[in-house]
């Protein structure tokens, strides 16, 4: 069974900085496309960070120049490098696994608040 597992959440003060992780228990970890959303309170999921198989990354416009998607294959984990926090960065953030003509996989998500 594929399990996605975040961790690194927490309460952090505008201006400050988080890691996020996400360790993935894919056979083929290298042929996925890796992502990171996220969800507020009353608002939709929304895209943060993906990372390409190949490495290449892409980002919302809302966090581009403050964070940064990295992955290390080798660990099967994808990380996400948060830096300049807003309050408005408050949501629970979802690890997400997909490749082209297999099913997606999502984490269970894991809360950011940020906050004085």
């Known amino acids: 069974q594929v399990q996605l597992v975040e961790s690194g959440g927490g309460l952090v003060q505008p201006g400050g900085s988080l890691r996020l992780s996400c360790a993935a228990s894919?056979?083929?970890?290298?042929?996925?496309?890796m992502g990171w959303y996220r969800q507020a309170p009353g608002k939709q999921r929304e895209l943060v960070a993906t990372?390409?198989?190949?490495?290449?990354?892409n980002y919302a416009d809302s966090v581009k120049g403050r964070f940064t998607i990295s992955r290390d294959n080798a660990k099967k984990t994808v990380y996400l490098q948060m830096a300049s926090l807003k309050p408005e960065d408050t949501a629970v953030y979802y690890c997400?696994?997909?490749?082209?003509?297999?099913?997606?996989?999502w984490g269970q998500g894991t809360q950011v608040t940020v906050s004085s």
């Open positions: 990372i390409t198989s190949r490495g290449i990354a």
């Open positions: 997400n696994a997909d490749r082209v003509y297999y099913r997606a996989y």
């Open positions: 894919l056979s083929i970890f290298g042929d996925y496309n």
